[in-house]
């Protein structure tokens, strides 16, 4: 529990870090945009490749990622039964992100710093972004076009350097490649700098934000927000009790259950103009109301 309190207390206050920044060091308006891109293009997958590379693979296809998949299939049925009132590209986009985890962003913080091990974050980003985003945008497009481009859907992930970076660093741990020190010392200091940057990032982007305005998608952000930070957690404990995980394992899928809901859905509400004010306001108020839910979760695993 001790290190588990320590890594939040670190996390906390490196976001507190980057609200302060944003806050008070006059930093240009698209600061936070930049600091993304960075992260998006060169930290995260310099991370994820070193992660990977060094990895036990057969994690990838383990009952841990199998209950997380239940568990978010779960809360993207919920929220289609119990929202019934927005149209249909924003029911996707909130089913999405009752269920859709931020595993990049602060996923591979929480991963590093409270699990104390930032591969375990890999077969969630692998699912999500091989499996679940090109079968959303698939659907988003129906919905939004009445077509679809299934070709463009299934390569996309192709195009995202986070899954570039995992398949490398897969093909390195499969062939047993040893790369030179000139290229993999370079690559892993480069990953380190991407989960202090992803979190100052983060608190820049807390700084005079208002969320749960007045007005229709209210109610379906409260349900989106609940799902994603009780539901979520709760149906994956119940499923690795269930199947008879590990305490540690149990533990990490129910942690990793509770993360917030991905700000790569708000770029698909973004680009479908669909749902802006629902996938702002539950990636925020999740992010937010994750942390109590993991802290609990701490000390209810330290018994």
């Not at 289609?80 to 269920?99: K, Q």
Request: proline share 5%; glycine share 8%; hydrophobic share 60%.
């Amino acid at each position: 529990m001790i290190m588990a309190f320590s890594g939040f207390a670190l996390i906390g206050a490196i976001v507190l870090v980057g609200w302060a920044v944003r806050r008070w060091a006059g930093l240009p308006e698209n600061a936070e945009a930049v600091f993304g891109r960075l992260v998006y293009l060169v930290l995260a997958p310099c991370l994820l490749f070193t992660g990977v590379a060094t990895a036990d693979l057969h994690l990838l296809f383990s009952e841990p990622l199998i209950i997380s998949t239940a568990a978010a299939f779960a809360c993207f049925g919920l929220f289609a039964v119990v929202v019934r009132r927005l149209d249909r590209g924003a029911t996707i986009l909130g089913a999405m992100a009752s269920g859709y985890t931020n595993a990049n962003y602060i996923g591979i913080p929480v991963a590093t710093y409270v699990l104390g091990d930032a591969t375990l974050v890999v077969p969630i980003v692998m699912l999500q972004l091989l499996f679940l985003a090109p079968v959303t945008l698939a659907l988003l497009e129906v919905v939004t076009t009445g077509h679809a481009s299934w070709r463009a859907a299934m390569a996309g992930p192709l195009r995202n350097p986070l899954i570039v970076a995992v398949l490398l660093g897969m093909v390195v741990s499969v062939t047993g490649i040893t790369l030179p020190a000139v290229i993999a010392d370079p690559i892993d200091t480069i990953g380190q700098a991407a989960v202090p940057v992803v979190l100052i990032t983060f608190g820049m982007s807390l700084s005079g934000t208002r969320v749960l305005g007045p007005g229709p998608e209210r109610f379906a952000t409260v349900v989106a927000v609940v799902l994603k930070t009780v539901a979520m957690p709760l149906v994956a404990f119940l499923l690795a009790v269930t199947v008879g995980l590990s305490r540690d394992e149990t533990y990490a899928v129910t942690v990793l259950a509770a993360l917030p809901t991905a700000q790569n859905v708000f770029l698909h509400a973004q680009r479908f103009n669909a749902g802006l004010i629902l996938i702002r306001d539950t990636i925020l108020l999740s992010t937010i109301c994750c942390v109590p839910v993991m802290l609990l979760l701490a000390v209810v695993f330290a018994r």
